[in-house]
């Protein structure tokens, strides 16, 4: 355990925790809505520092994040807990827990993880992922500082649901986000995710006016948030803020913990990436094997660029920097 950051004491030893727009009022012995945040006589403590749950090295596309350095590797880590309660979470063993549900915790210090991955030569950095990393923020926040310090990369891939003072500290460590955008109205957020969707928003607009490199992701999910005047909406909203050039995965959803709905219908997903391209230059489709957006075609010349079978990457048409070979676009960092 470590003393949490961005928190304030209230009377009776309660605490309210100012990590996430939940702000929790938590009492003695009690926890957050995140299930590791812990109000120990007065103090909060975040419980998961140092638990890892997932420790692998992964392509950088397998984020999903496609636009930098493609082709590259990734170690990516993982702890136990989250903000939101999505009934469809696909990854639950581990976002939907406490810790006391772990029989045995999986520790790892910071120099483990930091020797892992300096001890490889085609790793990138770190990623910080599985479950959300804003519920490890300590943990995360001292890592990212100390890969920063090596001169490798830091990525972020989160929920968006966190307050704008953590995040601002956080971000001149992240070289770059996947931000789960998971639909466009706050009855959806409020309903299916016991959050708020308005947060999220403002979480992306602030990235997206820092340094960091930005990518946002869809999970299409049928009844919930397929309807196709919702997702324009969305676009419009992303083009608008963010440009043209914003990259968006939309992702196939599959039936997992409290959910038994019906995977999205290729159908569905064809006709979302068909709307999608007339508002963005970069759309890719997710958790699917189609020809149709997976590659990335030059938003100039048209030619190709990367070609993707899997999480196998080729870039035929990209120089040393990032830019077309053909028209001199510069369309990824790489």
Not at 23 to 30: F, T, V
Not at 107 to 115: A, E, G, P, Q, Y
Not at 188 to 214: C, D, M, W
Request: hydrophobic share 35%; glycine share 8%.
């Amino acid at each position: 355990m470590k003393e949490a950051l961005f928190y304030e004491s209230l009377d009776q030893h309660q605490v309210k925790c100012h990590l996430c727009p939940h702000d929790c009022i938590i009492k003695p012995g009690k926890r957050g809505i995140c299930g590791v945040r812990k109000n120990v006589e007065g103090k909060l403590y975040s419980e998961n520092y140092g638990v890892v749950t997932g420790l692998g090295v992964d392509p950088i596309e397998k984020k999903p994040i496609y636009h930098f350095h493609p082709g590259h590797n990734i170690l990516s880590v993982g702890s136990i807990g989250c903000n939101l309660k999505c009934f469809f979470c696909q990854n639950w063993e581990i976002s939907q827990v406490s810790d006391e549900d772990l029989p045995v915790q999986p520790t790892h210090s910071l120099d483990d993880i930091v020797k892992l991955a300096t001890s490889r030569s085609d790793n990138l950095g770190v990623a910080y992922t599985y479950n959300e990393p804003v519920i490890y923020y300590e943990f995360m926040l001292d890592m990212a500082r100390e890969i920063q310090k090596r001169g490798m990369k830091n990525v972020m891939v989160t929920n968006g649901f966190i307050h704008s003072k953590p995040l601002e500290e956080l971000i001149p460590l992240m070289d770059a986000f996947s931000v789960d955008l998971k639909g466009f109205s706050e009855e959806f957020y409020r309903k299916h995710t016991k959050s708020s969707l308005e947060p999220v928003k403002e979480a992306i607009l602030q990235i997206g006016r820092s340094n960091s490199f930005l990518e946002v992701t869809n999970l299409v999910i049928p009844g919930l948030n397929d309807q196709i005047g919702k997702f324009e909406e969305m676009l419009q909203w992303l083009v608008e803020n963010l440009g043209k050039k914003l990259v968006l995965h939309i992702s196939r959803y599959y039936p997992g913990y409290h959910s038994d709905i019906e995977p999205t219908s290729v159908s569905k997903l064809k006709e979302f990436y068909t709307l999608a391209t007339q508002y963005l230059d970069y759309v890719y489709l997710g958790n699917v094997m189609l020809e149709d957006g997976s590659n990335t075609y030059c938003d100039q010349c048209g030619k190709l660029l990367v070609r993707r079978n899997g999480y196998y990457t080729r870039t035929p048409g990209l120089d040393e920097s990032g830019a077309c070979i053909h028209c001199g676009n510069k369309v990824f960092i790489k």
